[in-house]
């Protein structure tokens, strides 16, 4: 099946400094991506939609200039966490639109900031 | 009102028991479901789409009601290894995915 990879699986920095994660699909193509966002014992709650070589589109009330979304070819999307704070601390998972409307999830990135 | 609303369980049954979820959602517009699986602190992994005439795979029956709805699941002879949290999802406009909050369950000896 379809495999996306997500890099770092987790990462703990300090309030103020920019976390980049990286989403990559790895067996297939993929011009739409997703970026969500879990807090413990919520729903994931999509954050913004990446489209390659566009801008990305973001959902009501995320900050595009805290988080930079770059989808510069057809497998890889980035998130830029800016100037992280503790209430960033999440779980960040990105997934990649296969076929028939599939989306296949990477596994995640835990933030932890301090 | 949640777009897309379950349970949140837990549902705490003996292996072997049959098991069924129902979900709500509230974007009359939606056109895809799914069943999801997410295991403690993973990502979530799709369980199976769900059609209106009903699907079934293996130990689980998954139906969709469009003029109530409403989607089901149902797991039949129950694993231990079923103990996950399911999230009911509905797809949005721009075919963005809307999930629930999940319904965990928990199968025991």
């Known amino acids: 099946g379809a495999v996306v990879s997500q890099h770092p699986s987790r990462v703990i920095c300090k309030s103020g400094t920019s976390v980049k994660i990286e989403c990559r699909s790895l067996d297939f193509q993929a011009t739409t991506m997703f970026w969500y966002r879990q807090f413990p014992k919520q729903s994931l709650m999509l954050m913004a939609t990446?489209?390659?070589?566009?801008?990305?589109?973001?959902e009501q009330g995320v900050e595009k200039d805290k988080f930079l979304i770059n989808h510069a070819s057809l497998t890889l999307s980035t998130l830029t966490v800016t100037s992280a704070h503790p209430e960033d601390s999440s779980f960040y998972i990105c997934?990649?639109?296969?076929?028939?409307?599939?989306?296949?999830f990477g596994p995640g990135t835990r933030l932890l900031v301090l | 009102r949640k777009e897309v609303e379950q349970d949140p369980g837990p549902f705490n049954v003996p292996e072997g028991a049959t098991v069924a979820f129902n979900c709500t959602y509230s974007?009359?517009?939606?056109?895809?479901f799914f069943w999801y699986r997410q295991d403690c602190r993973k990502e979530p992994k799709l369980l199976m789409s769900?059609?209106?005439s009903g699907n079934e795979d293996g130990r689980f029956t998954a139906q969709l009601n469009r003029a109530s709805q409403y989607i089901s699941l149902l797991i039949r002879d129950s694993k231990l290894s079923d103990s996950a949290t399911y999230l009911c999802v509905a797809t949005g406009g721009g075919n963005k995915l809307t999930f629930g909050t999940g319904t965990q369950l928990k199968v025991e000896l």
């Open positions: 990446s489209n390659e070589g566009s801008k990305a589109t973001y």
């Open positions: 769900v059609y209106s």
């Open positions: 974007n009359s517009a939606s056109q895809s």
């Open positions: 997934s990649a639109r296969g076929i028939r409307e599939t989306q296949y």
